[in-house]
Structure formats: C-alpha cells, structure tokens
C-alpha cells in the first residue's frame, strides 16, 4: 500500500521521462546523454529516482537493448545550463547559460564529467569559456592565456548612449575581498593591478548601447567594473550597477556575453587549434538585430 501511495505521489509532484534503450550503455552515460547534468544523475541514482523495467535501481549498471528506463526528476534539471560549441580529444568549447558557476560541484566541471575550465566566466556572466579534457591540454591552454595568446570578446548591453572607437583604455583595478567587489581607478594606487580594455559601440540610442569588448587583461569583473567606471554599467548588474536602472530595463541578469574566442600560438600538442575561432552570439544580441532588420 505504501509502494502504491508513493508512486502516486511520484507522478503529481515530479516529472517523468521513460526512455526504450537503443544499445548497451551504462545507465550514467544513457541520463547524460538525456540532458541531465553528471552530478544530478548521480543523484537521482542515490535516489532510487530511476527504473529500469520498471524497478528502482541505484547503481551505474549496464542496461541491455529493449530495456526501458524511467527517470523522476525536478523541473529545472533539464534546463539548459550549457551548449558544447565544439570538441575534439582535447578540448571542449562550451556555451555557458547566465545563472550558473564555471567551478565546483555544482558548476560546469561538477556537470561535463572530466572537464577543467581554463578561464573564468562570473556567475551570471553567459558565453564562450574553454575546458581541457586532459592534464597536458589544460596546461598548454592555461598557458596560452597567461601569455595572453588567446583573443576573447564580449557584447555588453549597457545604460545610456556610448560613442567607443575601439581604441584601448587603461584603468587601475583594485580588489575589495571583504565585499566581493573590484574598484577602478584613472591611476595607479597601493595594491591595484593594470587593465586594458578596447570597448566599440556596435548600437546606441538615447537610452542603451550595445558595446563590443576586447578583453586585453583578464581581470576580476573587469569589463563590469570598468563600464561602470566609465558611467555606463551593463544593464542587469545587481554588483555595479543601479537597481533603478535595472528595474526600469526589467532586466534580473547582466548583458554580458563573451561571444568570440581566437586560439592562437600554441606550440605543443594543441598547435593544429591554432587559428581556430568560435563564434556564439547571445540571444539578445540577436533579437536586437531581427527587430532592426
């Protein structure tokens, strides 16, 4: 009577996905390649939040072909969180979603089972962000943005009409640890770092400006800082910008969006990516372009 009372209960309060297994694979790899992070599927294991012919399990077991697993899960846990741009044997190029830390369990290494991020996107921060497969590819790639081998660039929506010719400016950033924030200065000041940032407005009108960034130094919050340093913070930053702004954008999460990545001057084993460019426009940025079309 229990049993029967909590399948009940399953069906009204979760969702449910049955899948017929095509070939033999392992019941993590199969709710992977179903959308499910690596991290939630293995909750869902410790659950017992799967079946596999109609039974609970809660080990990685093999499933046979013809099998039939169903799966119990939350509304959110298919979100979309993240878009594999491109991988090979060494490298992936993920698209991460606003909303979701880089580090971490629960992060993108928490989800891409094995992949080590090389860089660094904020939280609510969206966009291109590279991770190494393997030891000698996260280094060589660690390497290569340190010697700042790599292009990175950024859209931004920001408050108010902008007029940037791309040329590069350079500011003094320090850190706040106690706050969690960045300050910027003209010059320099005890315990400040260098930034360097080419911004271009791509779209202006009288109340925002889309606004291309060239991330010259890779810098806590540079380019949120820096912007709003420059009077124009990015539309939906609860950190630098101005809540009333905020509100009367309706915006909850930053426009900001690292959209291309060059790889350039590797010299070992990841050499033939030398050139390569990736390339993901946000949502926004693209919506803007339709209605002007």
């Known amino acids: 009577m229990l049993e029967f009372?909590?399948?009940?209960?399953?069906?009204?309060?979760?969702?449910?996905?049955?899948?017929?297994?095509?070939?033999?694979?392992?019941?993590?790899?199969?709710?992977c390649g179903?959308?499910?992070?690596?991290?939630y599927a293995c909750k869902l294991l410790r659950n017992k939040d799967v079946k596999v012919n109609g039974q609970r399990v809660k080990e990685n077991m093999e499933v046979l072909p013809s099998s039939e697993v169903t799966v119990f899960f939350q509304d959110d846990a298919l979100s979309p969180k993240f878009e594999i741009v491109y991988e090979d044997e060494n490298i992936y190029c993920i698209n991460k979603r606003s909303g979701i830390e880089v580090e971490g369990a629960d992060g993108l290494e928490g989800m891409i089972k094995g992949a080590r991020a090389v860089h660094r996107l904020d939280r609510n921060s969206e966009g291109l962000l590279l991770m190494a497969k393997n030891k000698i590819a996260e280094q060589e790639l660690k390497e290569g943005i340190k010697n700042r081998f790599f292009t990175k660039k950024y859209l931004a929506e920001v408050v108010g009409k902008t007029n940037f010719d791309g040329r590069v400016q350079k500011a003094y950033l320090l850190k706040d640890s106690e706050k969690g924030k960045v300050k910027i200065f003209q010059n320099e000041v005890k315990g400040s770092v260098e930034i360097l940032t080419a911004f271009k407005t791509i779209k202006s009108s009288a109340t925002s400006s889309i606004v291309e960034c060239?991330?010259?130094?890779?810098?806590?919050h540079q380019i949120r800082a820096h912007l709003a340093y420059l009077g124009h913070p990015i539309i939906g930053d609860g950190k630098y910008g101005k809540n009333e702004e905020n509100r009367k954008f309706k915006e909850k999460s930053q426009k900001l969006h690292c959209f291309y990545i060059k790889i350039d001057k590797l010299s070992q084993k990841l050499q033939y990516l030398n050139g390569k460019e990736f390339v993901c426009y946000p949502d926004w940025f693209k919506s803007k372009n339709n209605q002007n079309n």
């Not at 179903?34 to 991290?39: A, K, P, V």
């Open 214 to 220: 060239n991330l010259i130094t890779g810098r806590t």
């Open 34 to 39: 179903q959308g499910f992070s690596y991290n």
């Open 5 to 31: 009372l909590e399948e009940i209960m399953y069906d009204i309060f979760m969702n449910k996905k049955s899948v017929i297994v095509e070939k033999k694979v392992k019941l993590l790899d199969l709710l």
